[in-house]
């Protein structure tokens, strides 16, 4: 007699975001070492340009508990197997850090804040002072000598070309040319695209959900936004080669044909 099958999981042990120099970060958010490196490998299997022997940082930060050195230590040994190479761990505490020393791996700190809303520095009291006297209230002129000038959009006129890195800090960037295979461009805000875009393309690099990636013609290697990616072979083929929008909606990366 057969037994009763047991109920099949389909959702993701580990959460993968693109960083904003390209590196891979693994959020593990349920340590199953086996699903973790099968998840990876068909990672690697779809688009092995991007993510064979790709680096990868490893965040412990969305588990209860920070895993023992054994544990780790053969979610390394498995990633290595699927076909990526872990670098370093993301750091969140105490515990983490001392793991990192067990396995030999640095600790990389600026790779958390993809995950987690920055969060303001304390302000020390300031001490009571005397009520200023009223004034009147300053001039249109005066108020916007004092407003700090927008920091205008990167543009780049001559094509982004296999192996470049163009990267737009707190700022938009215009491409008036094409993106080749292998280049990629970057940019905290928006990126837009006046030509053929197929390398890689990180809008939102330091989480700004509200970034978007405009192109002309659509074969890209990858897009992100804010750290959430599809790569080529996940896009609809009637999209390939068209004029395409992209962006977030409720976390899920969207990309629709514009006319």
């Given at each position: 007699m057969s037994g009763t099958a047991a109920p099949v999981s389909y959702e993701q042990a580990g959460e993968l975001k693109i960083g904003q120099v390209g590196i891979a970060n693994l959020r593990v958010r349920n340590l199953d070492v086996a699903q973790l490196t099968r998840e990876m490998r068909e990672r690697v299997e779809r688009a092995p340009r991007l993510f064979g022997r790709a680096a990868v940082i490893i965040d412990f930060g969305g588990l209860a508990k920070t895993p023992d050195a054994s544990t780790a230590q053969a979610l390394l040994d498995g990633l290595l197997d699927a076909g990526v190479i872990p670098v370093a761990l993301a750091y969140g505490t105490r515990e983490t850090e001392l793991l990192a020393g067990q396995l030999g791996l640095p600790l990389l700190a600026k790779f958390r804040a993809q995950y987690e809303p920055d969060?303001?520095?304390?302000?020390?009291?300031?001490?009571?002072?005397?009520?200023?006297?009223?004034?009147?209230?300053?001039?249109?002129?005066?108020?916007?000598?004092?407003?700090?000038?927008?920091?205008?959009?990167?543009?780049?006129?001559?094509?982004?070309?296999?192996?470049?890195?163009?990267?737009?800090?707190?700022?938009?960037?215009?491409?008036?040319?094409?993106?080749?295979?292998?280049?990629?461009?970057?940019?905290?805000?928006?990126?837009?695209?006046?030509?053929?875009?197929?390398?890689?393309?990180?809008?939102?690099?330091?989480?700004?959900?509200?970034?978007?990636?405009?192109?002309?013609?659509?074969?890209?290697?990858?897009?992100?936004?804010?750290?959430?990616?599809?790569?080529?072979?996940?896009?609809?083929?009637?999209?390939?080669?068209?004029?395409?929008?992209?962006?977030?909606?409720?976390?899920?990366?969207?990309?629709?044909?514009?006319?």
């Open positions: 969060q303001p520095a304390p302000v020390a009291p300031e001490p009571l002072a005397p009520a200023p006297r009223p004034q009147a209230p300053a001039s249109p002129a005066a108020v916007a000598s004092t407003t700090p000038a927008s920091r205008p959009g990167l543009v780049q006129k001559a094509p982004v070309r296999s192996g470049q890195q163009l990267y737009a800090e707190n700022r938009d960037l215009t491409v008036l040319s094409t993106v080749g295979a292998g280049a990629e461009v970057i940019a905290d805000g928006s990126i837009h695209i006046y030509g053929t875009l197929r390398g890689r393309a990180l809008a939102g690099a330091k989480g700004n959900t509200d970034a978007r990636i405009f192109c002309r013609e659509f074969h890209a290697e990858l897009v992100a936004i804010a750290g959430n990616y599809k790569v080529l072979e996940d896009v609809p083929r009637e999209l390939h080669g068209k004029p395409v929008q992209v962006w977030l909606e409720k976390d899920q990366l969207m990309i629709a044909a514009q006319d």
